[in-house]
């Protein structure tokens, strides 16, 4: 439900342990730690859109073109 949403959340425990997480992690100094798994999910895609059985490729075709 909405009570996910760190905007729609009532002040509280939750509230300020949103918030706290939303501070460490979205900060330039905290987005190194992310580096590696960025690289990862990269070579990931392209190994994707590279593999021949897989019709990745096809797909963002059509759906940038339609």
């Known amino acids: 439900g909405w009570s996910i949403i760190f905007a729609f959340a009532g002040y509280g ?3 300020r342990r949103c918030r706290r997480l939303l ?3 979205f900060r ?3 987005a190194p730690k992310f580096r590696p798994m960025q690289i990862k999910r990269a070579h990931e895609m392209i190994n994707l859109i590279n593999d021949p059985h ?3 490729a096809t797909s963002v075709y059509v759906f940038v073109n339609y």
């Open 54 to 56: 897989c019709h990745f």
């Open 13 to 15: 425990d939750e509230w």
């Open 23 to 25: 501070h460490q992690t």
């Open 28 to 30: 330039p100094d905290s």
